[in-house]
Each structure stands twice: as C-alpha cells, then as structure tokens.
C-alpha cells in the first residue's frame, strides 16, 4: 500500500474542535501523569512481541498486505496501576515494523494502533462492567475513533479473538493466562475494518502473540498520528490525541525502573527459572 500525499485528510471543523478541546486538556493529563509517574491510562502493561499476517483473500487486499509486518503489542488494564481483575478496562497498543523490533525507538514506516474494550467514548463509562478483565484474550478491541485510508475512503477498526483457536485451562491470574496461552501459540487476534456507516466487518489480518518482550515500556512512546502503512488517524477523537499524549509523555520518566514485566514476574519461577519472556524469544529466534 502506498501513501498519496494529495489524498490525505484535510482538518476539518470536528479536528479542530478536537485540537481545542486536547489544549484544554493537555496540563491535567500532565500533572496526572507526573503524579503517578507513569501514562495517565495505561499505566502498567505487559510488552508482547508477534507477527501481523496478510489475508489476502480479503476484499481488501491492498489494505493487508501493506500492515504484513512484525509487531510490538503492549496489553495492559486503563485505570489501576495494580492488575485489578474486575471492573477495569483493557487497552492494546499495536506497532507494526518491517523488521522485528527490539527497543523503544521508532522506525520509517512503522504503524502505531490503539485499542481497548469499549466501542466508542458514549459507551466507556460502562466498560469496566461489560470487559473480561480476567482474561486479555476474551475481548474485541476497539480503536474508538475512525481511520482514512487511501482508496478506501473512512474506517473502523478491531481486533477479535480468533474463533477457532483453542484456549489454555483457566490460571490463577489473566497474566499466567496469556503467558500459557502464548506459549501454546493460542495467543491469536484478526484485524477487522469496516467502512463507517457501515454495519459489515471484513478481516484483513491476523495477529498472533509469538513472545514476550523486554522492550522499556516508559521509553515506549506510542503515537496515534504514526501512520506509515497509510492508516491515518481523523475526527474529534484522534484529535485530542494529539496535544494529551503529547503531553502524558512528557510528564512521565523516560525509562522504566525496576522489573520491566511486573505483572508477569511471579511466573519466572516456571520451566527453566528462566523470565518467560527470555523463554520465548528463545524459542522465536
């Protein structure tokens, strides 16, 4: 898929609205961010790494095989800097890369995505009541605000649980759960697009969660207007993103300090003593 400069969004009144509205918001997300010294949201997470596979038989075929790539995935709960298992809201930040990615840095052509457990902001005062909490791999993610793309015109976004993969016996927690499940290589998701104004969803690729990944998750800077795969961020939402992660990420350390996969790190005493995170890229090469 190639980008088209002459095809890009032009700014229109609901962008502009969003600008303000994310100007107005830009300092309490800083002083919220600074005081917890992490993201406002978010503020814990889990680093996986994966691949993003084409379907090419899809409608929109174009559109797969430009996201083929190596992915970063950060799974993390929105609210609570401790991993509550109820009444919370789950988040998935998505980078796509040409090549495997390794550290923090961001590279040409890469795709930042981001999602979570709730359709749209009318819906999220709810969320923490209608997600799975317990358990990352039993909720469809929403990117909760719409996306140009060139040839195609506006779309929605989600990732969905891949309905034939077969799940790992409940664990004591939804980390012990994703960390069975990726070993087992049932750590799946597929991509979905469809046109806003439109009911009908088309999967374009597949997400598989191949391994953890020690990748500093304070230095990791996802951006919702990194678009090089030609997926470009529009409208009222998106637009305040611009100036509040702008802003959350300056206020916060720019490194992590202390153990990079906290809610994950009571299961290094599993196989080999080994962190399962040092397991499985073994494993992956």
């Not at 917890?36 to 038989?57: C, Q, V, Y």
């Not at 939402?237 to 611009?242: F, K, L, P, S």
Request: charged share 25%.
């Amino acid at each position: 898929m190639t980008r088209d400069d002459e095809i890009q969004p032009r700014e229109g009144i609901r962008e502009w609205l969003g600008r303000m509205t994310g100007a107005v918001a830009a300092g309490p997300v800083a002083a919220i961010s600074a005081a917890r010294r992490a993201r406002m949201f978010h503020p814990r997470g889990i680093a996986l790494s994966g691949t993003l596979a084409p379907i090419l038989e899809s409608p929109h075929a174009e559109l797969a095989r430009g996201l083929r790539g190596h992915a970063l995935v950060r799974l993390s709960g929105a609210l609570f800097t401790r991993p509550i298992e109820r009444f919370e809201v789950l988040g998935l930040a998505l980078r796509i890369s040409d090549a495997r990615i390794e550290d923090a840095q961001p590279r040409e052509h890469d795709q930042d995505l981001t999602f979570a457990t709730f359709l749209s902001p009318v819906s999220m005062p709810m969320s923490p009541f209608t997600t799975r909490s317990d358990d990352f791999l039993a909720n469809r993610y929403h990117a909760v605000a719409p996306f140009q793309v060139a040839g195609i015109g506006r779309m929605k976004l989600r990732l969905v649980p891949k309905e034939d993969t077969v799940r790992i016996a409940r664990r004591e927690s939804r980390a012990d759960r994703l960390e069975a499940d990726v070993r087992a290589g049932h750590a799946v998701f597929v991509l979905e697009v469809r046109r806003t104004l439109t009911r009908t969803w088309i999967a374009v690729a597949t997400l598989t969660l191949t391994s953890f990944s020690e990748v500093d998750q304070e230095a990791l800077r996802f951006d919702p207007f990194r678009d090089g795969r030609g997926v470009t961020p529009v409208g009222f939402v998106h637009a305040i993103r611009r100036r509040t992660y702008a802003a959350s990420q300056a206020a916060r350390p720019p490194h992590a300090t202390g153990d990079p996969q906290p809610e994950v790190a009571r299961a290094r005493e599993v196989g080999d003593g080994q962190a399962p995170w040092s397991v499985a890229a073994r494993k992956t090469g």
